[in-house]
Every structure is written in C-alpha cells, then in structure tokens.
C-alpha cells in the first residue's frame, strides 16, 4: 500500500504546490488524480518516487518510507516504480530499444550501461516489451522517428522493464488524439489489471477518469477537494470544484 501523509511542497520563492494532501492507495488500485494545470498533480507524483524532494509530509510505499531514504535506498527503491512521463523522456537519437533497455539501468553495471552492453536476456526482455505494446517492428529506429502515440508505448515498455510494482503516469495522454489516447489507455489498464500493478496516473480529461480508474482524487491549488469514486465526480461536481466545465477527449 502506498500511504501519503500530510505532505507539503513549497518551492522556491514560496509557491505552495502541495498542501497537506493526505490519502491511500491500495495495492493494485488505478487511481486517477486530475486537477486544472497547475493544481499539484505532477508535483505530488514526483514526490512519491522523489524526483522532487517534498517540503514536509511522509510517504511510505510498502514498509518503505520513500521521505526518509538515503540516495542508495531510493535506488533500491526505484526500481519498482516506473515513470511515464507527458512528453516521453526519451533520447530521440538512440534507437527505439535502446530507450526501452534503459529501463534496466537500475538492475545492471553501471559501466555497461554507459557502452550500451546489456545482458542477452535483457535485451530479450525488451523486445518482448515492444510486442506488448505492439510496437517491435519499431525496435531499431531512432525515436525521433516515431509518432507521439508511438513514442509513448516506448515510455510504457521502458517502464515494464523495471518489472514494476507501481507505475506513475503524468499526464500521459494530454498530447494525444482521442484514439491514441485510449490505446494508450488501455496498455496501463491491461498492467493494472492483468499484472496486478498499482497505478496512478494524472489526467485532464473526465471520460477518461470514468472509463478506466477505480478510484479518484483531485487537487485545486494544492489542496485535496476530493477523494472517491469516479462515478461520483459528474460534471457538475467537477465545475462546482473547479469553477469550469469538464475536459473530454473528443
């Protein structure tokens, strides 16, 4: 289970990005966080796998408590938890299975990773990876090659790599059509369900939230509004949050 507990984060000049936000997440669990831009969903993500080191608060993933690791610790940790990131994060000049592969640099010598060597099974691994996502035709173009919808499966089978318990996902459909991003969709949906992996994943879109999570919270300015199921936040209680109208894909 991952626990966050009063967690704060105020940046640099005094922004307050996260303000006392509380909840849970049991194993297993889709959980969909939405908010407008710029209500926190990003910063509260990478606060959980500490890419951001969070002002005060805990969060604790499985006995571990991700606030209080050391740097070593949180290697160990990280291995878990795979990253799908909004604009991919890949390296556009390296080849499709080279930015998969590199979802193996926190279980390998870091000195082959840096001359590109990876063990045979891992690069069997990764070919494997790319067929579930149906993109291992793509395996030896650059990524600058590819599509935005193709890009991102490359970013999902990255993460499959780690063998992940839990995946976080930013935003991963906001620059996607609508057909993207239901495939997009349904590959995070088909880890959780069929891998058992815990997932959260940041959104704009409320269809979307109603479609695939089992759970929602949403954040305004920072601050937890709300926390239940996705049935319960209809239009109209999404505007009386947020004082606008519902995103939908299309």
């Avoid at 640099?12 to 908010?35: E, H, M, R, S, W």
Wanted: net charge neutral.
């Amino acid at each position: 289970m991952l626990q966050v507990k009063n967690l704060v984060k105020i940046y640099d000049g005094g922004v307050k990005a996260l303000d006392n936000v509380t909840f849970d997440v049991p194993k297993g669990q889709f959980l969909a966080v939405i908010g407008l831009s710029g209500s926190g969903k990003s910063t509260l993500l990478r606060c959980i796998n500490r890419l951001i080191d969070p002002t005060e608060g805990q969060i604790t993933w499985d006995g571990d408590d991700i606030t209080a690791a050391s740097p070593e610790e949180m290697r160990r940790i990280r291995r878990k938890i795979g990253m799908v990131f909004q604009h991919f994060n890949l390296v556009h000049r390296s080849k499709v299975i080279t930015n998969v592969l590199a979802g193996r640099l926190g279980y390998v010598n870091p000195a082959w990773s840096l001359l590109n060597r990876f063990p045979k099974e891992d690069i069997e691994k990764a070919v494997k990876q790319l067929e579930r996502v149906g993109i291992a035709d793509k395996a030896d173009q650059r990524a600058d090659e590819l599509s935005g919808g193709q890009q991102q499966r490359v970013g999902i089978a990255r993460a499959l790599m780690q063998d992940p318990n839990m995946i976080l996902a930013d935003e991963p459909v906001a620059s996607l059509d609508p057909v993207l991003a239901h495939s997009i969709m349904k590959h995070l949906e088909e880890i959780n369900k069929n891998d058992g992996v815990t997932v959260l994943c940041s959104l704009h879109f409320l269809d979307l939230v109603h479609r695939y999570a089992d759970r929602v919270i949403a954040l305004n300015e920072g601050k937890l509004v709300f926390e239940g199921l996705p049935k319960d936040i209809d239009d109209k209680k999404f505007k009386e949050i947020y004082g606008r109208d519902a995103e939908r894909v299309g």
